[in-house]
Structures are given as structure tokens and as C-alpha cells.
């Protein structure tokens, strides 16, 4: 299993991974979750609009169509985001 797109906030706490396509690998503050997430992607570098911000991410919704660009400059506002993409997809989320 190969990683081809990661992010690691910048005090070391979150940490996403996409591996092979088809998995994302959630580490939050210590605990680490694995999802099979088809639909998110990392941003590859810093954002013109945002300069400062330090999370980024982009969902798809495969029913739609629609891209959904996410980003969060605060990591509080991460934290509630990342919660609300899980509640919206637990329906793939493991029992952990």
C-alpha cells in the first residue's frame, strides 16, 4: 500500500493520507482512523486566496457531480469540519 498524497498540520497533531486511491488515513491527535474515502483530496500546496491557512482539502460528491473545496485557517474550525465529513460518510466508517 503506497501513499501518494499526505498532510501533516504544522504542530504535528493531524495528519491525512490517501493511499492508492481508495483509502484515507486519518491520524488525529494520537488515534488513527482508516476510511475507505474515494472522494477527497489533498491540497498540493499553499492556496493564493489563503495564504495562511493550513488545512485544505476538496470532496467530491460522486452522486452530484459537485466539488466541494474546504479549507480552515483555525484548527478548531478543522476539527469540526473532519467531523462533519465523517458524519457524512458513516455509513463507511469502521467500528474502531
Known sequence: MSTWKSFTDSE???????????LTVLRFYGETSIYPFKNISLA???I???????????VIDFN??????????????????????LEAHSE?????
Open 44 to 46: 498540493s500546496g499553499p
Open 64 to 85: 452530484t457531480g459537485v466539488t466541494d473545496f474546504k479549507f480552515s485557517s483555525h484548527l478548531l474550525e478543522f476539527e469540526i469540519f473532519v467531523q462533519k465529513l
Open 92 to 96: 463507511f466508517i469502521p467500528n474502531h
Open 48 to 58: 493564493p486566496e489563503y495564504p495562511s491557512n493550513r488545512v485544505a482539502l476538496t
Open 12 to 22: 504535528q497533531q493531524i495528519s491525512l493520507e490517501l493511499r492508492d486511491d481508495h
